[in-house]
């Protein structure tokens, strides 16, 4: 798992070098961006390798590419900046109504899982997961646009037909590394590394037993 978040950070640095934004709210040292970066990276893993989630992408590495677009739709949104990250400033919500990296619009309502902006720059998995809900929403609405089209209604509204913005976001996700491991040797590693249940307590004998 180290392995494959470490994959991440360096494509999101390269992406992006943390440290450079002159936006008051966003401005940070290169090492607090680049220990941020993994804490991005860490989320949208968790999120993209949740069994329970279906990912967006088939083959050995489905979720490790479903993994990059995450963060390829992070890095259009956002830029991974500070002030979006964490929902400072008014530069944060881009047009005003939208939330956390992946700017999800959200407004002063609420998600479909019931996620207020507090909650989405709260916690990024949260960012994550609504965003993650709304792209497959987008590519089911787009299934019969081609493939690199798909994410049109996420980024424009609607299905549109050589659309530049879901090609771009789709294309630099699936142009990245490969990724140094499959998704049946993460999630083995995640098993090893779950916590092993606590051994039950056995009740003490009682005192006095003449038996």
């Not at 989405?120 to 998995?125: A, I």
């Not at 965003?131 to 690199?148: P, T, V, Y």
């Not at 609607?158 to 913005?165: A, E, G, S, T, W």
Request: charged share 25%; proline share 6%.
């Amino acid at each position: 798992m180290d392995s494959l978040i470490a994959w991440a950070v360096g494509i999101m640095v390269t992406w992006a070098p943390p440290g450079t934004s002159l936006i008051k709210d966003a401005i940070e040292t290169p090492e607090a961006g680049r220990a941020r970066y993994q804490e991005i990276a860490s989320a949208a893993a968790k999120v993209a390798y949740d069994p329970e989630s279906k990912p967006l992408f088939g083959g050995p590495r489905g979720r490790a590419e479903t993994m990059a677009l995450l963060l390829s739709i992070a890095y259009y949104e956002s830029g991974y900046r500070r002030d979006v990250d964490l929902g400072l400033g008014k530069l944060s919500r881009g047009s005003g109504v939208d939330s956390c990296l992946l700017q999800v619009r959200v407004g002063a309502g609420k998600t479909r899982e019931g996620w207020s902006h507090e909650d989405l720059v709260g916690d990024r998995e949260k960012c994550f997961r609504a965003g993650l809900a709304l792209i497959r929403k987008s590519f089911g609405a787009c299934r019969k646009q081609d493939a690199r089209d798909r994410l049109s209604a996420y980024t424009r509204g609607r299905c549109i037909v050589n659309d530049k913005h879901s090609r771009a976001r789709i294309g630099r996700a699936l142009n990245v590394p490969r990724a140094p491991m499959t998704d049946e040797e993460v999630h083995a590693s995640m098993v090893k590394r779950a916590p092993a249940p606590a051994a039950p307590q056995r009740a003490p004998s009682s005192a006095g037993n003449d038996s």
